[in-house]
């Protein structure tokens, strides 16, 4: 066996390092669209929010962090085994064509919480960390929203309201902590609503059309960073994204519902992205390719920005704090809420 020199072996370990690296910099199955696509749903989200929103959410510096912390959940990755076993699951579920989770339990209806979406796959002998459960991801941060807005309610009324003025210095900064924490979960829904917006993390053939029954000669090369993340970068416009935004749409229907024909209406376009792959589109200067993700990363910033409105109002019907407290209580005046967010332990 030959003998490696110490600067032999530096030199490996250094190589090995940036090998690493660069896995890891790469896009996965639990990376939807990249920084560029991230980005521009969480920007193009915040400057189509109407003026029902908090202000501070509309402001310039508002816009841009959105767009950051969009990035987040990918930005995260790497921070340990147990963080990111648990985490990477959240960006993706594999539906198949027959609306079964990984060819086990259906998708419809959901599960009443992620421990019963659990157990029915595991009925399957599947694990639910390789099966994904984006649809909990965005329920859980639509939900998360909501809360936070009814908390910055509540604050913003009772450091208003002169009869409680001699609390009004911990009201407002705790406004100020709460804006940053609602930036922080509009972040996370912005990207798992992206995610979402992406044909391939709802579909069991997330990278190449994989080990399926095949009979239209689909691709099987692995073209999902190339498309989702390459491309993206080098050929989608961000102008282009937010002057695709639809207008807003209020949906009259429960959070499950909406996540449910949210995602399903992506897992429509698999067959159709495979066609166009098939004739070329993806191939440099086919503007098929550029066109249908411009369209899939302007319905991502459509569907936060409704999902932020809904919140929003749903918010003034919330109760926060121990004991809880009516956001509308303390809008009209009717009762201090500092003993109950401050904390009566």
Known sequence: MRRETPQTEAMQRLASALAVAALIG????????????????????????????????????????LGELSREPDRSKG??????????????????????????????PFQATKADYETALRAHNIDMWKAGYLQFSIIDRRQQLTLDFAYW?????????PKWKKNRAWFKADRIRREGLILKTMGELAHFVGDGSQPLHVSIHYNGWGDYPNPNGYSTARLHGPFESEMVKARVNAKDVEAR??????????????????????????????????????????????????????????????????????????????????VADVESGKVDPYPNLYGID
């Open 79 to 108: 921070a340990g085994r147990i963080h990111d076993h648990d985490r990477d699951a959240a960006h993706f579920v594999d539906l198949g064509e027959d609306g079964k989770v990984l060819g086990g339990p259906d998708f419809l």
């Open 153 to 161: 309610r509540i604050l913003k009324a009772a450091e208003a309201n």
């Open 245 to 326: 935004v639809a207008p807003l749409r209020v949906c009259d229907c429960s959070l499950e519902q909406r996540t449910a024909d949210y995602l399903l209406a992506t897992g429509k376009l698999v067959i159709p992205f495979y066609e166009m792959e098939k004739a070329g589109g993806l191939a440099e200067g086919d503007p098929r390719g550029p066109e249908f993700a411009t369209r899939q990363l302007a319905i991502g910033a459509s569907e936060l920005r409704d999902l932020t409105v809904e919140s929003w109002r749903a918010s003034a019907g919330s109760k926060v704090g121990w004991r809880p407290v009516a």
């Open 26 to 65: 790469l896009p996965s199955h639990a990376l939807a669209w990249g920084n560029a696509g991230h980005r521009m749903v969480g920007e193009a989200a915040a400057k189509a929010l109407p003026t029902e929103v908090p202000a501070f959410l509309r402001s310039k510096g508002a816009i841009a962090d």
